[in-house]
């Protein structure tokens, strides 16, 4: 399954312009950002936790354009903490990004 990019690279290009270092750069900080929300959301404790992590990671992908990722962020806002569904769903899409 091939994980939509085109509004992530887009956005990318038109911030780096013709610099595909700074390009990738920015695509390797975007993946990192949201790993990072993806690992806050897999050491929630409690629901307040949880929730905070996955607004996060929803408001991070719908400022790149990642429509993919958002919906995942909204099904871990419906979820109970930890779920294992959510959390192997979210990084197996993160791997593909």
Do not use: Y
Not at 7 to 28: K, Y
Not at 42 to 48: E, L, T
Not at 66 to 86: C, E, K, S
């Amino acid at each position: 399954m091939a994980v939509e990019s085109t509004p992530f690279n887009a956005l990318l290009a038109a911030a780096a312009g013709d610099d595909a270092a700074l390009a990738d750069e920015l695509r390797g900080s975007v993946i990192a950002s949201a790993q990072g929300h993806v690992d806050l959301l897999r050491r929630s404790r409690c629901d307040a936790n949880w929730i905070m992590s996955a607004r996060r990671l929803k408001s991070l992908a719908e400022t790149f354009g990642l429509d993919d990722l958002v919906a995942l962020a909204d099904t871990a806002l419906d979820g109970a903490p930890g779920d294992p569904r959510v959390l192997m769903d979210l990084t197996r899409h993160l791997d593909q990004l």
